[in-house]
């Protein structure tokens, strides 16, 4: 599972699609309502929030959001229907590492999409996410 704590636009479609996915299997994990993945590192940030439902739909949302704009049709009806007012946080140097790692998959899997995002110079978080100062997350497993 990874859960993007970049903003969607830097994914290509298959990232975008998967994250999708596994957005909503988090979803379906902080409701109790699966087995596995109940201890993912990943969730972690959500865990932790005072809304996790609100947080994990928030995440959701943005997606959404962005396959939109791509002219896909994801089912929005998916999301639960919670609210969140505030952000989360995250490091700069979690942002930093993860874009490393979206370009390293960026570059085997769809080189057009490498191209256009190779040289970002500023790195955007996904709009759930206020970026703060510090290095990679505790929770993230180094790849």
Not at 24 to 39: D, E, I, P, R, S
Not at 78 to 84: A, D, P, R, T, V
């Amino acid at each position: 599972m990874r859960l993007w704590s970049l903003h969607p636009k830097y994914l290509d479609s298959k990232g975008l699609v998967a994250l999708w996915r596994e957005a909503l299997l988090a979803q379906k994990v902080l409701q109790g309502n699966t087995l596995g993945y109940v201890n993912h590192p990943q969730l972690t940030r959500f865990k932790e929030s005072r809304n996790p439902l609100g947080a994990v739909a928030a995440y959701l949302r943005q997606i959404a959001g962005e396959a939109e704009k791509r002219g896909y049709k994801f089912d929005k009806s998916k999301i639960l229907n919670k609210s969140m007012r505030t952000q989360l946080y995250v490091t700069e140097g979690q942002i930093n590492y993860e874009f490393r790692h979206l370009l390293k998959k960026l570059r085997e899997r769809d080189p057009i999409a490498y191209a256009a995002v190779r040289s970002t110079s500023s790195i955007k978080p996904h709009p759930l996410f206020k970026l703060r100062k510090g290095h990679i997350e505790e929770w993230e497993v180094m790849q």
